[in-house]
T-cell receptor
Framework: DTAVSQTPKYLVTQMGNDKSIKCEQN?????MYWYKQDSKKFLKIMFS???????INETVPNRFSPKSPDKAHLNLHINSLELGDSAVYFC?????????????FGPGTRLTVL | AQSVTQPDIHITVSEGASLELRCNYS??????LFWYVQSPGQGLQLLLK??????LVQGIKGFEAEFKRSQSSFNLRKPSVHWSDAAEYFC????????????????FGKGTKLSVIP
């Protein structure tokens, strides 16, 4: 059973389009995260939700909007895609917001904007 | 602001050789410390973590790390590297105490890529 799953694994799209990436965890965790890994492998948090409530919202353009329909899902919607949005996006989850908890990462979604 | 430095971008070792990956952090107090590994095309997996107590921490896959407060370091070691250890390794820190909305996050270093020569 996959603990944290993301769809799609690869996403190639044109500038200006709107796209979504879905994330689901079956670990019963309360907290979920979205990270962006750039071309130099630098990994930076974008958002975090705890029990469907937004608790971290880093300096991310408004074009990015996370949505958590329930605590097992955290989707990422991106409007008006730009070239600089090309990256690998990782979803993660942890038992709760306490950072002593291990974060379990999904396999990533490689987004390429042409 | 807290930061994590991994001075080595890329390290190449021969299979069977010992390994040490460096990590230094800058933070007001001793944070939680983590090492993650990312195999090609995969998500990150936790190798080990340090919160307090014994400064030598054992992790999975034969890895260990030593916390040195005086050097603000948390270096990862393995006595004998296997070809399957080739991957990207990330050191990360997190604040121990909540100090505002931005506290609930891991800060990652830029990673060290490990190549293993058979």
């Amino acid at each position: 059973d996959t603990a944290v799953s993301q769809t799609p694994k690869y996403l190639v799209t044109q500038m200006g389009n709107d796209k979504s990436i879905k994330c689901e965890q079956n670990l019963g965790h309360d907290t979920m995260y979205w990270y962006k890994q750039d071309s130099k492998k630098f990994l930076k948090i974008m958002f975090s939700y705890n029990n469907k409530e937004l608790i971290i919202n880093e300096t991310v353009p408004n074009r990015f909007s996370p949505k958590s329909p329930d605590k097992a899902h955290l989707n990422l919607h991106i409007n008006s895609l730009e070239l600089g949005d090309s990256a690998v996006y990782f979803c993660a989850s942890s038992q709760d917001r306490g950072l002593y908890n291990e974060q379990f990462f999904g396999p990533g979604t490689r987004l390429t904007v042409l | 602001a807290q930061s994590v430095t991994q001075p080595d971008i890329h390290i190449t070792v021969s299979e069977g050789a010992s390994l040490e990956l460096r990590c230094n952090y800058s933070y007001g107090a001793t944070p939680y410390l983590f090492w993650y590994v990312q195999s090609p095309g995969q998500g990150l997996q936790l190798l080990l973590k340090y919160f307090s107590g014994d400064t030598l921490v054992q992790g999975i896959k034969g890895f260990e790390a030593e916390f040195k407060r005086s050097q603000s370091s948390f270096n990862l070691r393995k006595p004998s590297v296997h070809w399957s250890d080739a991957a990207e390794y990330f050191c990360a820190v997190a604040p121990v105490a909540y100090s505002g909305a931005g506290s609930y996050q891991l800060t990652f270093g830029k990673g060290t890529k490990l190549s293993v020569i058979p």
